[in-house]
């Protein structure tokens, strides 16, 4: 199970029968958005769709109208308090400016209306857009975490490699997490958050056990703080988060 179908299966065990109406805030492709209304439910997405990103795959709903949307100097184009669920799978990492974010997500949510958030934060080991653990711990700008970068895939490391040489794929891909990543420590991501919501609960044990699949009995001989740990530090939080009453 990917993460993806991970948000899927969470908002259908949430919905207990329920007509729920679902926002995917940062949906990319929309395969989200997709495959939760193949599922009978009716979910939206948007996107700022920036040139950091793929959408070679973005879906045909992006045709059908007000379902995938374009969003415009940081407003999220739906009314307020119309979703009682929205879902940010990888995409806070990209924001700048988080309060601003969280507040729009807030006034989308239904009164009690729960957001998702699985992202990393500065404290993961391996920075998963490209590969090489610890690069996005040097400070944005910084020379000699190109060399690392460029010692690290001599190694064998980094994903996107193509037919580029190695000083060039570490030099680009420096250049792309300065230009679109804001990684966060934890704390602060806590802080924030704990100014929209409430409630916040990280279910990092519960995506382990379904990414596990028939494997997930291997997890059961950590506790659960354990689990949450390593999954912190390998992929990323993953939490949820409630609007008060």
Known sequence: MNNYEFCVQWILDQRRGNNVRVLDYGCGAGRIVKDLRLQGVEA???????????????????????????????????ESASFDFVINNQVMEHVDNLDNVLAEVRRVLKPGGKVISLFPDKGVWREGHCGVPFLHWFPKGSRPRIYYAAACRAFGLGYHKQDKNVIGWSQEFCEWLDKWTYYRPRREIDATYDKYFCDVVHIEDYWLKLRLGERKKAATYLPAFAQQLVVRKLAGMIFVARKPL
């Open 44 to 78: 939206f997405g948007c996107d700022v769709f920036y040139e950091g990103a793929a959408y070679s795959s973005l879906t045909d709903l992006t045709s059908t109208d007000g379902i995938i949307v374009k969003m415009e100097g940081g407003a999220i184009p739906f």
